[in-house]
């Protein structure tokens, strides 16, 4: 709702400062008087006034000083001279003064209410104008700020940044992409594209960004650049205006090179590893067996024995190699598992089957107790093969001669649990939470004698993980042990 | 009948006079050459019966000789069986089994190797 207006009667004359007043009220707004335009001006220094009616002629102070004083103070308040028949000419001049209007005396109402009015009208235009023009000066400076700050953002960024209009032509860039490419000297701008970057597969991106977007689909396209020995990751979206069609494209530079070099560094490494250490194990390997089988002359039944436990070493520095080069690629996760319905009592019954002769070796006995219906788990074969094959061994290798060792499968509704329990040496418990560490062996003088790499639980708990299940341990020092592996189905 | 003449190529020499050690214990008669290019030679000098192929070798790999030993139709009938350290257990390498049997390598056998699995080999070839 609309404030009540005050209006300031100026009259030296009570009886037309009292008929204004009479004729104003009721028009619901609020009146207020000055004998002069003394008085006047003062009265409009304490409180707001919205229109003047100003008596031409009056002793103290007249209408053209007031126009003068309250121009200059409160420029926004319409002033209305009242004037007499004979003074139509100074009137004339107040309005060349400034005034807004005048209304000649004796005056009728009709026309000093609808003078009042139109003032007012006039003020709240005027108001609004002004209003109107300070947002506008506001959000143009919003506006530059705004597109000052995103220009130092996008100066700044790490990332290199481009952006094209529809015509594929390049109209930003920042100093990291100019940097990205090589690029020196002026460029044209707004320029084509090529001069910025000369890559087919990226041009056909932009093209497309441009033309499809009209569609409305918003899409953000990745592609890999690679410039000499710099590898970006490159991803472009189209910019759509207020009307959904597309404005162009911005694009963003992330440089990727450190990783592709690490990646490249990395497989070089494993296979440096794999062959260099595999290559002149394998002569040595051959070597020993040349000797053994006699061939290289006779051999004694000592330097037989030394030969042999020197061949097991060999074999376990094998398997080191290759369980560090499977646990590098589990880690990097670039082990490819195929998770296929698996039989799990069929695994089993294979990796028993494996070990029997080991078992008995060590005159260790080997149970399998793995119901027919056993529900299928979703697996990789070769993985599950590999940790049943770690955790039996690890069973058979810890049981003393005499001892058991017991392979059982249970269903619990959405998972399968296999149960690998021996009657071996057991594991401290200071030592539980360590065995499945990379490199941790037990140090149990009982445990000296058997070979490992240290990294066979790692590599169980790896895949077992990966396949979203978990491994757990039991165990009571001297009684056995207990590992129980759990695969969601 | 005379002894079968099988040829080893790797660049590890203690490899192939112990390999050689092997086959000749078994009646064969052994080549040597110690890379790509001097396994090249020999071959023109003398067809070997079977081929003991080293994988990574300098100058000429052992795939690279397997493609053009395989190529060429005087040479193609020779069975090779390919030797390799570099086994399943690299993902992103350029050497797998997959790549030896693209080059028609009759067999592929991944280092370490003992004696009794290389003597089948080279049986199965002949």
């Known amino acids: ?338 998770l296929l319905p698996l039989n799990l009592g069929e695994v089993l019954q294979e990796v028993a089957h494996l070990l029997e002769a080991k078992a008995a070796d060590q005159k260790v006995v080997l149970h399998l107790a793995v119901p027919p219906d056993l529900p299928p788990v979703r697996a990789d074969r070769r993985s599950m093969e590999e940790v049943f094959v770690n955790l039996v061994s690890n069973a058979i290798n810890y049981s003393p001669g005499g001892g058991e060792v017991t392979i059982a499968g249970l269903s619990h509704g959405d998972y399968v649990e296999v149960r690998i329990s021996d009657t071996g040496i057991g594991i401290e418990p200071e030592e539980i939470p360590k065995i499945f560490d990379k490199f941790y062996r037990v140090k149990n003088p009982k445990a000296r004698q058997i070979i490992g790499t240290g990294l066979g639980l790692a590599i169980v708990k790896g895949i077992v993980e990966a396949h979203r299940g978990a491994v757990e341990v039991e165990s009571r020092l001297g009684e056995g042990s207990t590992f129980r592996v759990l695969l969601p189905r | 009948m005379s002894a079968k003449y099988v040829l080893i190529v790797d660049d590890d020499p203690d490899l192939v006079e112990t390999v050689s050690m092997i086959l000749e214990n078994k009646g064969y008669e052994v080549g040597k050459a110690y890379d790509g290019i001097e396994g090249e030679a020999a071959i023109k000098q003398r067809r070997p019966d079977a081929l003991v192929l080293d994988v990574m070798m300098p100058r000429k790999n052992g795939y690279q000789l397997c493609k053009e030993l395989k190529a060429d139709q005087a040479t193609r009938g020779i069975p090779v069986v390919l030797l390799t350290a570099v086994g399943e257990a690299v993902p992103t390498t350029t050497y797998s089994h997959a790549e030896g049997m693209a080059v028609e390598a009759e067999d592929f056998i991944p280092k370490p190797v003992d004696a009794a699995t290389l003597v089948q080999a080279v049986e199965r070839l002949l």
């Open chain 1, 1 to 338: 709702m609309e404030e009540q207006a005050t209006i300031l009667v100026v009259d030296d004359e009570k009886v037309i400062r009292d008929g204004c007043t009479l004729l104003l009220q009721p028009e619901g707004y609020r009146v207020v008087t000055a004998a002069n335009g003394r008085e006047a001006l003062d009265l409009m220094g304490e409180q707001p006034v919205n229109v003047v009616l100003c008596d031409l002629k009056m002793p103290v102070m007249g209408a053209l000083e007031v126009l003068k004083e309250a121009g200059a103070l409160y420029p926004e308040v319409p002033i209305i001279i009242i004037t007499g028949h004979g003074t139509v000419a100074d009137a004339v001049e107040c309005m060349k003064q400034g005034a807004y209007d005048f209304v000649t005396k004796p005056f009728r109402v009709d026309h000093l209410t609808l003078a009042v009015k139109r003032a007012l009208e006039k003020q709240l235009l005027e108001r609004r104008t002004r209003r109107l023009q300070e947002e506008q000066a506001k959000n143009l400076y919003t506006l530059a700020m705004e597109q000052s700050r995103l220009l130092t953002i996008v100066n700044c960024m790490a990332d290199g940044v481009l952006v094209t209009n529809r015509n594929r032509e390049v109209v930003l860039c920042n100093p990291t992409f100019t940097q990205l490419m090589g690029l020196s000297g002026p460029l044209p701008r707004p320029g084509p594209l090529e001069a910025y970057l000369d890559e087919e597969p990226f041009r056909k991106t932009i093209e497309d960004l441009c033309a499809t977007a009209e569609t409305g689909l918003a899409k953000c396209l990745s592609q890999e650049i690679c410039r000499g020995r710099v590898h970006l990751r490159a991803m472009s979206a189209p910019v759509f205006g207020p009307d959904e069609k597309v404005l162009g494209t911005v694009t963003v530079f992330h440089d990727i090179t450190v990783f592709k070099e690490l990646d490249a560094m990395k497989n070089d490494f494993v296979h440096m590893v794999s062959h260099e250490l595999r290559s002149p194990m394998t002569a040595i390997k051959l070597q020993h067996e040349v000797i053994l089988d006699g061939l290289a002359g006779e051999v004694t039944q000592k330097q037989r024995e030394l030969l042999s436990r020197a061949q097991a070493k060999i074999q376990g520095l094998l398997e080191l190699i290759n369980e560090s080069l499977d646990i590098a690629k589990i880690e990097a996760g670039h082990r490819q598992l195929e």
